[in-house]
């Protein structure tokens, strides 16, 4: 009954931006099998990176130590133009500086077959952008919390190591057992301190843009310090936490939300500017100092009363000291919205909700690089996706909702379909995820269950699968994410092949574009959990992951009428 589970496989996108094929079978790469590594018991697939997969695994001789594989596919790293070196120095630069609690531990490395296998501590409490809500953020206190703990590990990697960071952003922040945070992926790493001391200047532009400092991308010829632009990072991180959203998306004049900002010399009092309280500003204009040479320091930011307010969860190190209090102010903000307002304001646009390409939803245009595909999990092993249509199937059966269907089971004197339901119901009722869906949910049941890695972007369904797949299609003609052929015909295809019952987990291959224009990834994972009850996992696989959870929230609202509830606490 665990609808978590995956086995581990290697399965990614290429994301090559040509996409000169509109099919998203070409952005698939298989792998070879993983490795078997001597004494290891790999668990399941945690994550999913551009040049192979995370897994977790425990030692097979002692189950209680538990750890995190990142298996890199040495030749992948080739074809996408990249060096072994590069991976090679990652490992150099993080293992140096793997002692520190709030900087993701790597614990050993080793070569198998074509994999580079590193051993890491297991980050049990999932990703922190998993937590952050769209265009509301976080508690305040739980963005101090984050700061503070981000500034001791940035301020060790800086003056004990020498190494710049130069990729810090949610995305790249997991979080422990207990909810502390730890700096991970150290990809873009690189020494900006020589042996004797004195600071090497930074040519070259590397980064994820929302997050880079301007002065990366002032010029061509950039000349910077990269332990500079850790500190801008950190700023645009705050920002993140503080708003659910990004400032701009790049800190050039070829961004208006970023030239307004410099107009203003930061007194900006307008969109996600205006979420922010006064007090709060003062922090970031120090951090978001367009000019380098004013900008505060790592040492400075110690100084500053946010780093230095007492938070109620957190010891005099900063660390956790109460995961289940931590949890329950984290997840609060998480909600999903199934009002008739919401629902208005998001269907409003749509001229007709049965065609199948037509949407003129506000805020993204159709994109020919969108590409939506349904596929069977066991072809993907092959790189082969169903492309034989056998029938066209595009029943429309009218909306039911779990209360009708309540009541008429209890009138058809359903005694066994009644127990189910009670049964699922019950199941649903252990996932607190579902607590996201009830605005006036218990909190509590959140601290009760301690600091967890849940991942909140899922929802159950017991409505027949015809139903839902093409009520998935509709809801993604709303979004204006165009999907090449009808996923109702693919799904047709494979119950035709494997028949309904074998037909699970399903895979709905999602490749499209965010409001940004940039590339947004991964996929609706449908996993079976008993007879009619039925798992849909938002898994995504690369793009903002801000965006990944507008998206999910966004199909979700309009698959309402379908979500299984559970029963209100
Ligand atoms: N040590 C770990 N513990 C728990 N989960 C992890 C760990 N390392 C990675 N993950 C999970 O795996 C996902 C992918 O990690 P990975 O570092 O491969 O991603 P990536 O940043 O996309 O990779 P890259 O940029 O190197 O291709 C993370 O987002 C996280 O969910």
Redesign the pocket.
Known sequence: MDSDTIKPKLIIFNDDDNDKENDISNDIISFPQLPIIKDVTLDET?????????A?AHSTKRPSIM??I?F?HLPTIETQGLQKSDTFNEIKLHMKCSKHPNI?QLIDCRMEDQFVCIF?????G??LFDKIEPDVGVDTEIAQFYFKQLVNAIFYLHDECGIAHRDIKP??I?LDKDGNL?L??F?LASRFRRKDGTKKVSKDKRGSYPYMAPEILSSDLPLYYADVTDVWSIGILVFVLLTGEIPWEIPTREDNNFVNFIRNKGNLNLGPWAKIEFSHLNLLRKLLQPLPEQRVTINQLKLHPWYNKKIIFANSLGLCNNPGLLAQKLYSNLKVSLTDESYDLFTQNVPNHDNNNVSNFASTQPLNTDMVNIKHDSLTEDNILPNTQITAFSQYIPRTSIFSMDSQLATNDDDDRITKLEKWKNYINQDIAMLQFNPHSNMERYRSSKFN?IKLDKFYSIVDMYLLVSTLQKAFNVRNIVTKSNIVDTFATLVDEYGMDNVFPLNITIKTKDRMKSKLCGSINITQIDSDLKCLNFQRK?GDPLEWRRLFKDITLYCRDLIFMPNND
């Open positions: 945690i994550g999913q990176g551009a040049f192979g997969c995370v977790s750890f995190a990142k890199i993701l890491l501590e297991l980050a049990s999932g990703d995305e790249n997991l730890k991970a992926d990809g890695p690369s």
